[in-house]
């Protein structure tokens, strides 16, 4: 197969095995790309491309813009908080607006759960889910997949546990659809109020005890804590959660193993993992972030090739 | 579909050697060139010619490299067919060389006009010269022509020129293709 089976990115559970694989050896030659003196291919140059931010982002709005430059795609931005979505204009008329000025592909992240496969079903233009709510994060769990499979090999058969806030994390949902679709064995690990009742029914197992899931795994993917979404308590203190639930160095050493840590970013360093894990040559989160460009550049490219002229 | 062999495995090793020599003419110890095999084809053809120049010619230190143009090409979601990316592996500074780019077919010039852009993403090379196999020289779209070439060949449209490499397809042939149904 070299054609993915999809129109648009709106979550991993709408792909199949063979188009992750796909994005994944496309992302092989971009990675190459981006390393070489001039970073930039001419592929991209008849498309244009909207960058829609219903809510704040930095890392991941910043890894679209560089993917869709080095492209050479045309580029606009939007974000919400300074546009006519605060006058009480719909989604679908904000986006109808923004497609009358010849946008062929949208780059979407929106607070509601599913506003990207609402928008896929309303307008004609190529749609890439950049977050939903709680709910998927699509581009981040192919980056982390890609990371591992670039760190250890092979993502099939590998222990990948998801420490921290699965409750309110999208980049778990998505991550638990990657990993499982690709052979991997995935655990859960975080204070109980912060694991949703149906997480078993994924085909994934819970532990609460962070130091039997790190001798369990290979692969340690820790969550930042969500302040911003936990209106009510979830836990008694950032202190608390960080001595039950942070990584520190000490905690690495005591394994008879070496583990791998990422972190989807941005750390609360001492929270989730302390500043010493971070950057120790375990830690592969820099490495994720230069293959975030990569893997949004194979995405990009590759749903644009379906765009007929 | 009928199809007539142009070169066999003989003529093709002939002519191999005749493009080896004219390289070494015009590069000597090919210390300041590099040779530059064209994805997915046109490695089958560098990797002989560099063999060649190295077992039979004792050339040392060759430069080879493998560049892919696929994000490059002018046809991308113009062209019916599925463009498949492949590896570039240039591990070496093209800056200020003399660059031979090797190809097996030179048909509308369109690949090697992607392959001119795709280069100036490692440097700006001193020189940039063609090498084919087979030029099929009434069916440019654009103004390129080859430094050296194996064969020349009249082809028309329809018929299609396949160049067989024994470590790929298990032979060294070459053959033109006519597309069209017989009756």
Redesign the interface.
């Known amino acids: 197969m070299s054609e993915l089976s999809v129109n648009h990115l709106l979550g991993i559970k709408y792909l199949k095995e063979e188009d992750i694989q796909l994005i994944f050896e496309t992302a092989d030659q971009f990675k190459e790309v981006i390393n070489r003196p001039i970073k930039k291919v001419p592929s991209l140059r008849d498309i244009t491309i909207a960058n829609l931010f219903f809510e704040n982002s930095t890392r991941t709005k910043l890894s679209f813009e560089l993917a869709e430059k080095r492209l050479s795609a045309d580029v606009i931005n939007f974000s919400a908080s300074q546009s006519s979505v605060k006058k009480g204009e719909t989604l679908i008329d904000t986006v109808n607006n923004i497609l009358s000025m010849k946008v062929d592909m949208i780059v979407m992240r929106h607070p509601n759960p599913g506003a990207g496969v609402f928008l896929s079903k309303n307008v004609s233009a190529s749609i890439i889910n950049a977050g939903d709510g709680a709910h998927e994060h699509p581009t981040q769990a192919l980056l982390d997949s890609y990371s591992i499979r670039e760190r250890l090999g092979d993502v099939a058969g590998k222990n990948v546990v998801i420490v921290g806030d699965i409750l309110h994390s999208r980049v778990a949902l998505s991550n638990i659809f990657a990993l499982k679709l690709q052979g991997a064995n995935v655990k859960v690990c975080g204070p109980k109020t912060l694991l949703p009742k149906y997480i078993e029914s994924l085909g994934v197992k819970v532990e609460t005890d962070l130091r039997k899931a790190l001798e369990w795994c290979d692969v340690a993917n820790m969550l930042r804590v969500q302040n911003e979404r936990m209106d009510i308590s979830y836990f008694p203190s950032t202190r608390e959660y960080a001595q039950q639930y942070g990584v520190t160095k000490t905690l690495l050493d005591s394994l008879d193993k070496e583990i791998v840590i990422m972190h989807p970013g941005p750390i609360n360093r001492g929270v989730e993992i302390t500043s010493d894990v971070a950057d120790s040559k375990q830690s592969i989160i820099l490495n994720q972030v230069e293959n975030g460009v990569a893997v949004r550049m194979a995405v990009i490219y590759l749903l644009a090739s379906k765009i007929k002229q | 579909m009928s199809q007539k062999i142009l070169l066999n495995s003989k003529e093709i090793g002939i002519i191999l050697h005749r493009l080896a020599c004219q390289l070494i003419e015009k590069h000597l110890d090919f210390s300041n060139t590099v040779l530059i095999g064209i994805q997915p084809r046109g490695i089958y053809l560098a990797e002989r010619l560099t063999s060649i120049l190295r077992d039979e010619y004792e050339v040392k230190n060759i430069e080879l490299g493998y560049l892919?143009i696929?994000?490059?090409?002018d046809d991308?979601?113009?062209s019916e067919k599925?463009?498949?990316?492949?590896?570039?592996n240039i591990d070496f500074v093209v800056e200020n060389k003399k660059v031979v780019f090797i190809d097996d077919v030179l048909y509308t010039g369109r690949s090697i006009r992607a392959a001119l852009?795709?280069i100036?993403?490692?440097?700006r090379p001193d020189e940039i010269e063609l090498l084919v196999l087979i030029d099929r020289r009434f069916s440019r779209h654009l103004p390129i022509q080859p430094n050296y070439r194996g064969r020349q060949v009249d082809a028309i449209n329809k018929e299609k020129v396949k160049v067989n490499w024994l470590e790929n397809d298990g032979e060294d042939m070459i053959y033109l293709i006519n597309q069209e149904k017989d009756n």
Request: charged share 30%; no cysteine; proline share 0%.
């Open positions: 892919d696929t994000f490059y090409r991308f979601r113009r599925i463009l498949e990316a492949n590896k570039t852009t795709a100036q993403s490692f440097g």
